[in-house]
Nanobody, 121 residues
Framework: QVQLVESGGGLVQPGGSLRLSCAPS????????MGWYRQAPGKQRELVAR???????NYADSVKGRFTISRDNAKNTVYLQMNSLTPEDTAVYYC???????????????WGQGTQVTVSS
C-alpha cells in the first residue's frame, strides 16, 4: 500500500529553520494539489500552505513571509521551507496530497503520518 512519507521535522531554536518534505512511498498514477497542515496540542488541525499542480500557492496568514511551499512534480514531492520559526509554530505537521493511485481509481485526499516540529530554546 502506497503511503505518504514525511521527513525533516525536529527540534530547532527560535529564529531557526527547518525543511519538511513529503512524497509517496511508491508509484502513483497522478497527483494534483499538495499541502501542509499542522496541529498543536489542544488545537484543531489547520492549513499551513497549499500548492496547486500549476504552482499556485496559498498560505495561512500566520506563516506568510516566513514559510515557502514548493513541489517537484517529477519526484511527486512537496516541500515546506520554514524560516524564522517561533514557539507558536510548534506542532505536528502533516502533508496532504490529492492522489489518483491508479488510472481507474478516484481521487483521494491522502494524509501523511505527521512529523513533529518543536521550536524551543
Amino acid at each position: 500500500q502506497v503511503q505518504l512519507v514525511e521527513s525533516g521535522g525536529g527540534l530547532v531554536q527560535p529564529g531557526g529553520s527547518l525543511r519538511l518534505s513529503c512524497a509517496p512511498s511508491g508509484r502513483v498514477f497522478s497527483i494534483n494539489a499538495m499541502g501542509w497542515y499542522r496541529q498543536a496540542p489542544g488545537k484543531q488541525r489547520e492549513l499551513v500552505a497549499r500548492i496547486a499542480r500549476d504552482g499556485g500557492t496559498n498560505y495561512a496568514d500566520s506563516v506568510k513571509g516566513r514559510f515557502t511551499i514548493s513541489r517537484d512534480n517529477a519526484k511527486n514531492t512537496v516541500y515546506l521551507q520554514m524560516n524564522s520559526l517561533t514557539p507558536e509554530d510548534t506542532a505536528v505537521y502533516y502533508c496532504n496530497v490529492d492522489i489518483q493511485y491508479t488510472r481507474a481509481s478516484m481521487w483521494y485526499g491522502s494524509w501523511g503520518q505527521g512529523t513533529q516540529v518543536t521550536v524551543s530554546s
